[in-house]
């Protein structure tokens, strides 16, 4: 694969690369495996690759057939990560986080709390309150600008996802991040199990944000999470 490293890259942290174009799953998968054997055997570091993928839908391992709403609309590929059907497509910031967890304390669940901790971050730069849910992993949105659940909830849309798997302690996968794609996309599945919210980006909320806009808060705000002394992301609940 033919990548290059136009983005910001944090000091002294993993390398960070930015990957032209729409990235084939398939191949990019490949790719994202083949480093992480490396890094198994010593002969590679950690990374951060940031791409957008052509539309398609992805099934965790708890991904329920049923939550598939249009079979046959994009491919559909089953990659082992946690979590449930999401969708990836241009306009998507995706972010395959390959970091040593060995080093980095062996554990998942702050792992988790740290990738969301990053996206919150970043979405501050903008000043978008992103937020954690008890029992839905991934970044919200309050919405209260759209008309509560008919049991009277407040509406919330998804802005992020996040899906991780991990071999030997080294982590696989990430998060994915809407920048502006094409949210009628999220309409062919039940995205992450979750009925009755909905999905935003950052257009979608408003915002005239750019995919290096983005780049450049994930980059700045990335040290702050996993840097030599990071904020504990698990330290009030989430």
Known sequence: MHMNSDAGRPPAGPEWRVLPGLSPYPDTLAAMEAHVAAMAAGQAGEAVWLLEHPPLYTAGTS???ADLLAPGRFPVYRP???????????????VYVMLDLT???RDVRRFVCALEAWVIAALAEFNVTGERRAGRVGVWVARPDKP???DGTGREDKIAAIGVKLRRWISLHGLAVNVEPDLS???GIVPC????????????LGLPVTMGDLDAALAAT????FGAAPVDACAHGG
């Open 63 to 65: 991904a329920r057939d």
């Open 80 to 94: 082992g990560r946690g979590g449930q059907f999401t969708y990836h497509g241009p306009g998507q910031r995706v």
């Open 103 to 105: 080093a980095r304390g």
């Open 148 to 150: 509560p659940l008919p």
């Open 185 to 187: 996309h999220y309409d």
């Open 193 to 204: 199990g979750i009925a009755g919210h909905g999905v935003t980006s950052l257009v979608d």
């Open 222 to 225: 990335f040290p702050r999470i």
